[in-house]
C-alpha cells in the first residue's frame, strides 16, 4: 500500500509537468542571420544576369512596341502618334499573312524531315561501326559552318546557270534541269533541303546524346526476351527518347519561326516574296529597314515576337508539361501533381 501511494506521488507531478508544457505555446521561430545572407548571396549572383535579361530583352521589346504606335523614319524622336494602324496595316497585308503561311509549312517541314532522318542517323551512330567518328563530323560540320557560308554557298549552286543545272547537262539530264531559286514551286523545296541539310547535325547530336543515356540492361533484357532490332528500338528507344524528342522539337520550331538569314542571303531582298519563301523577319526587313519606314518594322517585329510567345507557351504547356513536372521533386511536385 504504501507503495502503490509513493507510485501516485511520482507520476502526478509528472502528468502536471506535462500538462503543464502542452498549455505552453511554443515560441516563435525568428528569422536567422543566415536566411538574409542567403538571399543576398543569390542577389549577388542573380542580379548581373537580371539586369543584362531586362536591358537587352525585356528593354527592347517594350521600347519596339512604342515605336510600333508611331510613324517614324528611324531618326530623332518619333512625333506622329498613329496608334494601332501599323498593327492594322500589317494583317491587311496579304505578303505578311503569305509570310507567316510560310513559316508554318517551315515549322511542319522540318518536323517532318529532320526528326526522323536524325533518329535514323543517331540509330546507326549508335552502333559500333568502322568509320562512326568520321560520320559523327561529317553530318555535324554543316551546322557549325556560317550561316553567310552556306547561304552564298547554295545559292551559287542552284542558280540557273549554277553547278547543279551543269551538272545535270553534262551527265545527259537536261530535262531535269529547274530554276530551284526563283521558281514558286520548288523553290520552298529547295528551301527545306538547306535547311535540313544545315540543321541536321544539331538533332542528330542531341538524338545521340540521349540514346547513350539510356540503360544498357534494358537492351539486354530485350535480347534475352527475343526481340528483334527495330522492335527493340520502337519499344525502348523511342519511349525513352521522348524527352530530347521534344526538346529538340521546341528548338526547332522556335528556329523556324524567327528564321531569316538563309532566306535573305539565298532569295536577296526581293524575290523570296514572289519565289514563295519570305518569312515574318524577311518581311519585317524589307519593309521596315529597306523602306526606312522603322515604325511599321517594330510593329511587324513585336507581332513576331507575340507569335512566338504564344507558340511557346502553349507548347510548353501542353508538350514540355510531363518533362517540367517530372522534374519536381518534394513538395513543390507533389503540390503540381
Known amino acids: 500500500m ?4 509513493a507510485l501516485q506521488r511520482t507520476t502526478v507531478p509528472e502528468q502536471d509537468a506535462v500538462s503543464g508544457a502542452g498549455a505552453t505555446p511554443a515560441p516563435e521561430r525568428r ?3 543566415t536566411d538574409w545572407r542567403k538571399r543576398g548571396e543569390i542577389a549577388l549572383l542573380a542580379g548581373p544576369a537580371l539586369i543584362m535579361f531586362l536591358g537587352f530583352v525585356i528593354l527592347p521589346v ?10 517614324w523614319n528611324g531618326f530623332g524622336w518619333p512625333t ?4 494601332l494602324d501599323n498593327y492594322v496595316m500589317i494583317w491587311q497585308d496579304d505578303t505578311f499573312r503569305a509570310a507567316v503561311l510560310h513559316n508554318g509549312i517551315i515549322v511542319v517541314l522540318s518536323l517532318l524531315l529532320q526528326g526522323p532522318i536524325a533518329i535514323l542517323f543517331a540509330l546507326l551512330m549508335n552502333q559500333k561501326i568502322r568509320g562512326r567518328s568520321i560520320i559523327r563530323i561529317l553530318i555535324f560540320v554543316p551546322y557549325v559552318i556560317s550561316e553567310v557560308i552556306v547561304g552564298i554557298g547554295w545559292s ?3 542558280q540557273d546557270a549554277g553547278a547543279l543545272n551543269s551538272l545535270l547537262e553534262k551527265w545527259g539530264l537536261g530535262e531535269f534541269q529547274q530554276s530551284w531559286i526563283a521558281d514558286p514551286a520548288i523553290a520552298m523545296t529547295s528551301l527545306m533541303i538547306i535547311i535540313t541539310w544545315k540543321y541536321l547535325g544539331f538533332a542528330v547530336i542531341l538524338m545521340l546524346a540521349g540514346m547513350q543515356s539510356i540503360p544498357e540492361e534494358l537492351y539486354e533484357a530485350a535480347a534475352i526476351d527475343g526481340a528483334g532490332f527495330w522492335k527493340t528500338q520502337w519499344a525502348i528507344t523511342v519511349p525513352l527518347l521522348g524527352p530530347t524528342i521534344r526538346i529538340w522539337a521546341f528548338l526547332s520550331i522556335i528556329g523556324s519561326l524567327q528564321l531569316f538569314d538563309l532566306v535573305n542571303i539565298i532569295w536577296g531582298q526581293y524575290i523570296a ?3 514563295g519563301t519570305s518569312t515574318m523577319a524577311t518581311y519585317m526587313y524589307q519593309n521596315g529597314h529597306l523602306a526606312g519606314s522603322y515604325g511599321f518594322g517594330n510593329a511587324v517585329a513585336v507581332m513576331l515576337f507575340i507569335i512566338t510567345l504564344v507558340v511557346a507557351l502553349f507548347y510548353q504547356r501542353f508538350v514540355l508539361r510531363r518533362d517540367t513536372e517530372g522534374a519536381l521533386t518534394g513538395d513543390s511536385g507533389r503540390k503540381r501533381k
Do not use: S, V, W
Open 2 to 5: 504504501h507503495d502503490t501511494q
Open 273 to 275: 516574296a514572289t519565289a
Open 62 to 71: 517594350a521600347m519596339a512596341a512604342f515605336y510600333g504606335f508611331f510613324k
Open 80 to 83: 506622329e502618334f498613329i496608334g
Open 31 to 33: 528569422p536567422r542571420r
Open 156 to 158: 551559287l549552286m542552284l
